[in-house]
């Protein structure tokens, strides 16, 4: 038993020495991650359903208090863009870790910025 602790231990020291860490606890919350995430809210089609800068859509909450919501820390932001829930896809296998780092900055920043013009702009519906 001593052994098996011992052996936990060091696994644990292990991994920390590596700097292993968590999706959520690598979010910098730099401008350049809020930039890409914001891009990566437009392009992923986070948008559509949470509607344009996440200020809520027919299909998705408004996103534009999370900031402040103390009830939406990045860790939970993360769990939640991972494995979905409710209504929400989980999109654990179409964004990597950087991205979804990157979304949780651009949902928390205090003043989210706007993405410049898609190089790919979605072509209207026919018939608009």
């Not at 890409?36 to 509607?51: I, M, P, T």
């Not at 409710?86 to 870790?97: A, G, R």
């Not at 993405?115 to 790919?120: D, F, K, M």
């Amino acid at each position: 038993m001593l052994h098996s602790k011992f052996l936990q231990t060091a696994l644990i020291l292990a991994v920390s020495s590596v700097g292993f860490q968590p999706v959520f606890a690598r979010a910098a919350d730099t401008k350049a991650d809020e930039e890409a995430g914001a891009v990566l809210f437009r392009d992923k089609g986070c948008a559509y359903c949470h509607g344009a800068n996440g200020a809520g859509g027919k299909k998705g909450p408004d996103l534009s208090g999370l900031r402040t919501d103390k009830l939406w820390p990045p860790a939970k932001i993360t769990d939640q863009i991972l494995n979905g829930g409710q209504k929400m896809p989980p999109f654990s296998d179409s964004l990597s870790d950087k991205e979804i780092a990157e979304l949780v900055a651009y949902l928390r920043a205090k003043h989210r910025p706007i993405p410049p013009p898609s190089a790919n702009p979605t072509p209207a519906p026919p018939g608009l």
